[in-house]
């Protein structure tokens, strides 16, 4: 089983910066990939960004077009911790955010990760 923890959320003015962090603990794999997704009220589950990365390859990484060019996926693998840089937020960004894994590449298919964090609460005001 593999563990996820959200942290850094909270509330940010439009055109503002945060940063969410995903921790994983328990069992590892030699290819593994992390997504964020978010879910507004009223919505459904959205993906947001993911990165795999393997023993054999560099890190890979993946972005839903509404979010190219303002947020950035990164890793620290000594910490294992996945990092969300958002920028340039936007009202369209507040949600809850939630950090998943699986074991294999990345997916924007949000059914295909098999562990989920609780989820952490992002609002940008207007």
């Known amino acids: 089983q593999v563990q996820l923890v959200e942290s850094g959320g909270g509330l940010v003015q439009a055109g503002g910066s945060l940063r969410l962090s995903c921790t994983a603990s328990g069992r590892t794999f030699s290819n593994f990939a992390m997504g964020w997704f978010r879910q507004a009220p009223g919505k459904e589950r959205e993906f947001v960004a993911a990165i795999s990365w393997s023993i054999w390859i560099s890190d890979t990484t993946e972005y839903a077009d509404s979010v190219k060019g303002r947020f950035t996926i990164s890793r620290a693998s000594a910490k294992n911790t996945v990092y969300l840089q958002m920028n340039s937020m936007q009202s369209e960004d507040t949600a809850v955010y939630y950090c998943?894994?699986?074991?294999?590449?990345?997916?924007?298919?949000?059914?295909?990760?098999?562990?989920w964090g609780q989820g952490t609460q992002v609002t940008v005001s207007s």
């Open positions: 998943a894994g699986r074991a294999g590449v990345a997916t924007p298919t949000a059914r295909q990760y098999d562990y």
